[in-house]
RNA sequence: GGAGAGGUGGCUGAGUGGCUGAAAGCGCUCCCCUGCUAAGGGAGUUUACGUGGAAACACGUAACGAGGGUUCGAAUCCCUCCCUCUCCGCCA
């Protein structure tokens, strides 16, 4: 959500980033004003009568006090009159801040001004890219290894819940369990602490974050207790400090958290399914900042080389795409993917996004901080994956097949694997 | 899940219809005093929104778990929900 305050005093900036994010119909940024102007109106009438009616209410109590009934009386007759009156402001005042507030709910953020200008993937600029695609004849894509190997489940996992709910047996599921605690030890030496959340959040969670109302559809829902499925850790982690005022010497706040992500994924079909590539349940290690506004663009910078620094450890080869305007989500100002090649497949898998929301989760949230003005102030918020499990596991598979048909362990995981192959 | 108790400011804790945005204490900030391991004195210390102002700030409104209701007036009375604690049940 963004300041009403900034959109009154940057409508046609607010109008142009939503244009360029592939936004149809702009007109709700001139409905807004106008239901603020409207709204700003009936509050200063409601507040003068409510002063008005409130003095009325004091001088009846001093009345009473000292037993002069029949003045006090008096005043009452007259008050119940302009109660009617507040009540029906009241209602009205109501009213128009819902509107103003769905609509506003409804304008995306505004893009940075180093984000090209574009409405499709062409349009995403290659950021990076980094090492030598191995792209022998002889590779295989990685389903067909897990399949000789019996190391995914795929069948099984159909039975027990249904598509896009694997087990992992046996290497893999160490080999999962290795990249976890690489990943967290990663970004526990880069200062983020680590953190265990819940798995479902709430309502309120799902708005701060901005899951709702743009992307519900993405969630599980669990309807008896009014859960949804965390479609990330993106949701629990930046809604911990959720309704906070934090202090000037507690930032940046930097949370490294690991769990399972649920996305109903409805819509998806053929080769963007096969295998580890899409799944309706997959593990991500989250990487959390909560930063001063002034510093957000050097810290999503960080955050992305945090990232890149894993894919290079693990030594596959990658790419770094700044997303074009109209390729962002409707929350972000700024986003980059990560993309591992995958040399079975002959193609890239994104594994990591990294974005900066500038304040626009931090103000659902009023998730705030005391400046050195002693003033509460709106923060910023970003997050990046650190990594995205299934897909690593895919690309690395494929990665570190030998023609022969074994697969090596990378270098970094051999500590908590011990062994050479897995 | 059943029964009972309770949810007040950064914390502890008063307050059962009007002068309480909220006593008192602690903590914190600033100032004063004092030459001695410390204490004393004074002032300040929630947030959001609106109006005016360049700003400092002033004024107004709202908020005592959340939402509704009663009343001229609600932290205080009534209803619903949420949460915490105690006992029982269940359980890793």
């Not at 489940?153 to 605690?181: C, H, M, S």
């Not at 050195?372 to 994956?385: A, M, Q, V």
Request: with cysteine; charged share 30%.
């Amino acid at each position: 959500m963004l300041d009403i305050n900034f959109i009154r005093a940057n409508k046609e900036r607010v109008e142009q980033g939503m244009l360029n994010k592939g936004e149809k119909d702009i007109s709700i940024v001139s409905t807004v004003l106008q239901k603020d102007e409207e709204w700003r109106a009936l509050v200063h009438k409601t507040d003068t009568l409510r002063s008005e009616s409130n003095a009325k209410a004091k001088e009846i109590g001093k009345l009473m006090g000292q037993g002069k009934k029949d003045e006090a009386q008096a005043i009452i007759a007259e008050t119940s009159k302009a109660k009617e009156e507040i009540k029906e402001l009241e209602d009205a005042v109501k009213k128009v801040q819902d509107e103003k507030e769905s609509l506003l709910l409804r304008i995306t953020n505004v893009p940075h001004p180093s984000v090209p200008v574009g409405f499709t993937e062409n349009d995403n600029e290659v950021f990076a890219t980094w090492g030598d695609p191995n792209n022998e004849e002889w590779r295989k894509p990685h389903w067909e290894i897990t399949e000789r190997y019996g190391w995914v489940d795929f069948e099984r996992g159909v039975k027990v819940t249904g598509a896009g709910f694997p087990f992992y047996v046996g290497p893999v599921a160490q080999l999962q369990r290795a990249l976890i605690n690489f990943f967290i030890n990663e970004a526990g030496a880069a200062g983020y602490t680590e953190l265990q959340a819940p798995f479902f959040v709430n309502e309120d969670s799902a708005r701060g974050t901005g899951q709702i109302p743009d992307k519900e559809d993405m969630m599980y829902v669990i309807p008896r207790d009014e859960f949804f499925a965390i479609p990330t850790a993106e949701v629990p982690v930046t809604n911990f400090h959720r309704d906070e005022i934090l202090s000037a010497d507690q930032l940046p706040v930097k949370y490294a958290c690991h769990t399972p992500c649920w996305r109903r994924e409805a819509g998806s079909y053929g080769k963007d399914v096969r295998g580890l590539n899409r799944l309706h349940q997959f593990d991500k290690v989250e990487l959390v900042k909560i930063v001063k506004p002034e510093t957000s663009y050097d810290e999503l910078e960080s955050l992305r080389a945090h990232s890149e620094m894993l894919l290079q450890k693990l030594e596959l080869p990658y790419r770094t795409l700044l997303m074009c305007t109209g390729d962002m989500g409707f929350t972000q100002s700024k986003k980059y993917d990560l993309e591992v090649w995958s040399p079975g497949q002959q193609r890239w898998l994104e594994v990591s996004s990294c974005s900066n929301f500038e304040g626009f989760q931090a103000r659902r949230m009023q998730l705030r901080y005391r400046n050195e003005e002693n003033k509460t102030e709106i923060l910023h918020t970003l997050n990046g994956s650190a990594l995205a499990l299934p897909r690593v596991v895919a690309a690395l598979l494929e990665a570190y097949q030998e023609e022969n048909g074994k697969v090596r362990v990378p270098e970094v995981l051999k500590p908590f694997i011990g062994r050479d192959y897995l």
